[in-house]
T-cell receptor, first 110, second 114 residues
Framework: KQEVTQIPAALSVPEGENLVLNCSFTDSAIYNLQWFRQDPGKGLTSLLLIQSSQREQTSGRLNASLDKSSGRSTLYIAASQPGDSATYLCAIYSGYALNFGKGTSLLVTP | SAVISQKPSRDICQRGTSLTIQCQVDSQVTMMFWYRQQPGQSLTLIATANQGSEATYESGFVIDKFPISRPNLTFSTLTVSNMSPEDSSIYLC???????????FGSGTRLTVV
């Protein structure tokens, strides 16, 4: 069974900092990896989708990388803003349904 | 990508009662997925709903507790039956938009059972 781990569980940074969120998974036989954002008590917003054949994807200030051989993905957020405060979830699709990590709770302070 | 309307957004319910959550998608989709997110935990798949057939439930989830309907390709409901405080969670529906778009989620239903 695919296990997905996200480190750190929580992170607090001052506005303007660049930061990296980590996601690791145990089975490298994946189809794709998706990063989501979740605001408190709300649903999930898709941020980036990386196919298994890709190494990275970029959208605005966000960059996600994928290294299947080592079972790792990172989400890089440049020039963080208070509006980036949320929980970030990593999810793996291995052919049936998504397997989620527990998320990283990010707080960006003004 | 698809837009999913999920209702209600939140509810506070008495133990022993039932709540039905609705998800409406703005396009036709083959499969819809229902997830539960308990406080402080990640998302757990409850069941997969195909139109015209019974839902497929994951280990630990049963139809009597979480009956699901899928009357057409754009709509599904999940009922949480005979609720207890342990059912207090966020419930989310989702669709798979395929290779290029991944999964899209509804806005979630925050359920509190008192």
């Amino acid at each position: 069974k695919q296990e997905v781990t996200q480190i750190p569980a929580a992170l607090s940074v001052p506005e303007g900092e660049n930061l990296v969120l980590n996601c690791s998974f145990t089975d490298s036989a994946i189809y794709n990896l998706q990063w989501f954002r979740q605001d408190p008590g709300k649903g999930l917003t898709s941020l980036l989708l990386i196919q298994s054949s890709q190494r990275e994807q970029t959208s605005g200030r966000l960059n996600a990388s994928l290294d299947k051989s080592s079972g790792r993905s990172t989400l890089y957020i440049a020039a963080s803003q208070p509006g980036d405060s949320a929980t970030y979830l990593c999810a793996i699709y291995s052919g049936y349904a998504l397997n989620f990590g527990k998320g990283t709770s990010l707080l960006v302070t003004p | 990508s698809a837009v999913i309307s999920q209702k209600p957004s939140r509810d506070i319910c008495q133990r022993g009662t039932s709540l039905t959550i609705q998800c409406q998608v703005d396009s036709q989709v083959t499969m819809m997925f229902w997830y539960r997110q308990q406080p402080g935990q990640s998302l757990t798949l409850i069941a997969t709903a195909n139109q015209g057939s019974e839902a497929t439930y994951e280990s630990g989830f049963v139809i009597d507790k979480f009956p699901i309907s899928r009357p057409n390709l754009t709509f599904s409901t999940l009922t949480v039956s005979n609720m207890s405080p342990e059912d207090s969670s966020i419930y989310l529906c989702s669709v798979d938009e395929g290779w290029n778009y991944g999964y899209t989620f509804g806005s979630g239903t925050r359920l509190t059972v008192v």
